[in-house]
Structure formats: C-alpha cells, structure tokens
C-alpha cells in the first residue's frame, strides 16, 4: 500500500464483487476488521439487518463515533481480536476479514507501521503487548532471520538479520527510519521500479509482532462456528501466504483437497463444512484499480457454510508459516 491509498483511507478493496456474491445481502453479520468502517456500512446499506463491528485496534472504535449513530441499533462495536469472533456472535449470516495492515495504520507515524515515516518502532495494531522495537531488539538472531524468512519471504533474511543484531549490540533499535536504514544498508541497491528494500522485513515484523496468521487461522475456525448454515465467509487477503493460507483452508473444508502426495498427505474425507460456487479468487478490475491503488493485490474469496459440524484444522495443512520457538 503506498502513499496514494493512505490518501483514500475510507474504500473498502473489492466490496462491489463481495455483495454481488453474497446477495441479496441479509440477516446478522460480523466484520472482523472494521476499520473506518467501510464494508460495515456497505453491507449495512446493502440490506443486512445488523453488523458487529469488530476490531483489536482502539483507533477503529475511535473513527466509528463519527458514522456508527447514524446506523442506530443496527450496529455493535466491539475492540478485540476476530480470532475469537464467536464470542461476540453467533448464528451469523455472514463473516467478512479484510487482512492486513490499514491505510489509516500507515498513515500514522507514530503507530510504527510504515518505513515511509519516522516513528517509533511500535507496529501494534492492538496498541498493547510487546513493540517491534522489543523483537528486534531481543530476539535471538536465528529466530529474527527465521521470522524474516517465513513471513516476509525475503530471501536476504539471515544478512538483514546479522546487520540488525551488530546494529543493536552498540545502540537500540527504536524507530522505523533507523530499521529501514540498517535493512536498506544490508542490501544491494534497489533498482528504478522495484519495491522499497524494508518492504518484506517490514512486512515480516508486522506480521509476528500481531500473530497474524495465528489469528488468521483462529479467526478462519472461529468464522466456521459462528456462521450459520448458508451463512458467507468472505475474505480479503493482501499477500501469497495469507492468500494460501485462507485458499488451503477452503480447499479443506469443501471436500477439494485432491489424492495428496508425498508433501501434502492426503487429508481424511469428512462432510464439507462449507462449499464454494467458484475456487477461483477475485481479483480487482481496472476500473476500481484505478480509485483505488490499494487494491493491486488483493484477493477476494467467499464460501457458504453448509450444516456439517465445525472442527478445527491443522496449521501445517494448510501451509501456515511457523518459526521455531513462537506460536
């Protein structure tokens, strides 16, 4: 996401082909990334009945004041994580997550997200727990080029990792200027056209710092439990990983998962929990690419719940990264 999408912060990515695939939209959903609220209110003005707005960072209950009345007793706001979605509702018609870092997250300097802008090394998107600041600053230097590795597939990951741990032996690390700084420095120049060099290791450190594919798998679970025969699952993802993750998930759960090989064993046959008109992701078109940027990777998939009871899911099937010594 660059600059020009933190400029319009308030789109919501690909909401035009998800209320085409979930119409007519009806009933009780939840948005497990409310953020400033956009697929909240589409979904409201579309014809849902209620929407729980949830999400972990303070900032989107804060926003919220400035639109949320309007929608009188049609709306809940709850601050907390989706990974535990259904205990906030149940019965749904209808769960959205919309992944990732906000444009409204990386336009704020102080929240650290950004290697655009100097702030704080902070990245909590919850605005509690350990800072980014506290990992790279104290984890082991094998695990930092692992967390590199898996979740920011940067290739450079155990060179940036070394320049980050000779970094910190004489000065902490504590703002985003001075970790892009030491990233950049560790790697060759980029050239015209290619991606800033702290794009993955940003990314990376993002991604460990909120557990973000802990809490995607949760939330895909947690989604399963609460959703109510018929129900919608509809999910943006932004990256490969998360894009893999929640289509292995799918692929699971519909009974689509193919005779396995030697890499990925095959996977005992149980009643789909939910099933899918098409396995093939969204993707934006040219016209909304061009309102907005922000929207260059983003993938939409949706799946409808059948009536089969939930049951949870393994990580490593549905090829969720995980670094040695964290969850």
């Known amino acids: 996401m660059g600059s020009a999408a933190a400029m319009s912060p308030h789109i919501p990515v690909l909401i035009g082909p998800l209320v085409a695939a979930v119409s007519p939209v009806s009933g009780r959903w939840l948005d497990g990334t409310l953020g400033a609220g956009g697929y909240t209110r589409a979904l409201l003005d579309a014809g849902a009945e209620h929407v729980t707005g949830l999400d972990r960072d303070p900032l989107a209950m804060d926003l919220a004041q400035s ?9 809940t706001l709850v601050q907390g994580v989706f990974s535990v979605l259904d205990r906030h509702a149940q019965s749904l018609d209808g769960v959205v997550l919309d992944l990732g870092v906000s444009s409204m997250q990386l336009d704020q300097a102080q929240r650290g997200f950004s290697f655009m802008k100097d ?78 060099p702290a794009t993955r290791s940003f990314q990376a450190i993002r991604i460990a710092v909120n557990d973000e594919y802990g809490e995607l798998v949760d939330g895909l679970e947690a989604a399963e439990r609460a959703l ?37 064993p095959e996977i005992s046959r149980e009643a789909p929990q939910f099933t899918q008109s098409s396995r ?48």
Do not use: C
């Open 119 to 196: 702030g704080p090394l902070d990245m909590r998107m919850s605005q509690e727990g350990p800072s980014a600041a506290e990992l790279v600053n104290t984890v082991d230097e094998a695990v930092l080029a692992d967390i590199l590795y898996l979740y920011g597939e940067e290739r450079a990951s155990r060179r940036i990792a070394r320049a980050i741990v000779t970094k910190r032996a004489d000065v902490p690390i504590v703002t985003t200027l001075q970790l892009a700084e030491i990233i950049e420095g560790a790697l060759p120049r980029a050239k015209p056209g290619q991606a800033h």
């Open 67 to 75: 639109w949320a009345a309007a929608y009188g007793d049609r709306i």
């Open 280 to 327: 093939k992701a969204v993707a934006p078109d040219e016209d909304e690419l061009a309102l907005n940027p922000r929207a260059r990777s983003a993938k939409l998939r949706v799946a409808t719940r059948t009536d089969a009871p939930a049951r949870p899911v393994d990580r490593a099937s549905i090829g969720m990264p995980t670094v040695k010594g964290r969850r």
């Open 228 to 264: 109510k025969p018929g129900g919608h699952l509809a999910v943006v993802t932004f990256h490969s990983i998360e894009d893999r993750m929640v289509k292995r998930f799918l692929q699971i759960k519909t009974g689509s998962t193919g005779q396995g090989s030697r890499h990925a």
